[in-house]
């Protein structure tokens, strides 16, 4: 039996040791929000924090992983979606298809509770995380938001790669 401290509650189950703990999470657990995108640590759509630091869930084995440590996923990091940057996310409307975001998520929220003013610089080295609908300036701008505090003007701040801001 293997147990693992997830968003809070200590849970038990069946797994072999070298399960990737992404597939425990979303087999074991039934906590789907975390995906799958390359199953190589390149993409960053399994991101769930470990003691508060962003870890890429698909190479990590079960094994690597105590009972003593903190996991929270997507679906632990607010009881209804109010952490500071979920209400960013929306208020800026930053997913497309929304596949990234979870993992989009959790890489910021980590990187605002690490460094709540990122500089630019901050912000390209914690969102190594890849999206095909091509949101990294929403979520660039959306980070910058979160720093504020200021969702009304948040909108006006988003900078697109002609120069152009809207
Ligand atoms: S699925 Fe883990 S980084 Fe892509
Ligand atoms: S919102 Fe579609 S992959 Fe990022």
């Known amino acids: 039996m293997a147990k693992l401290n997830?968003?809070?509650s200590r849970r038990e189950f069946e797994a072999e040791a070298d399960t990737?703990?992404?597939w425990v999470i979303r087999e074991q657990l039934g906590?789907?929000?975390?995906?799958?995108?390359c199953g190589i640590a390149a993409c960053g759509a399994c991101t769930v924090h470990i003691?508060?630091?962003?870890t890429r869930s698909c190479i990590r084995p079960l094994s690597s992983v105590t009972a003593n440590e903190k996991i929270i996923t997507i679906e632990g990091l607010s009881p209804d979606g109010s952490h500071p940057v979920q209400k960013m996310w929306t208020a800026l409307d930053v997913p497309q298809c929304g596949y990234c975001q979870s993992g989009m998520i959790m890489a910021a929220t980590a990187?605002?509770?690490?460094k709540p003013n990122p500089?630019?610089?901050d912000i390209d080295e914690a969102m190594t995380n890849i999206c095909r609908c091509g949101t990294y300036n929403r979520v660039r701008a959306a980070?910058?938001?979160t720093a504020k505090g200021d969702t009304k003007t948040a909108a006006?701040?988003?900078q697109h790669a002609d120069g152009s801001v809207a």
């Not at 990187?111 to 690490?114: E, F, G, P, R, V």
Request: aromatic share 4%; charged share 15%.
């Open 111 to 114: 990187l605002q509770k690490a």
């Open 20 to 22: 990737p703990l992404l």
């Open 143 to 145: 980070i910058r938001a």
């Open 156 to 158: 006006l701040n988003i």
């Open 6 to 8: 997830v968003n809070g």
């Open 119 to 121: 500089t630019d610089a």
């Open 31 to 37: 906590l789907t929000g975390t995906k799958y995108g």
């Open 51 to 54: 003691d508060g630091v962003p």
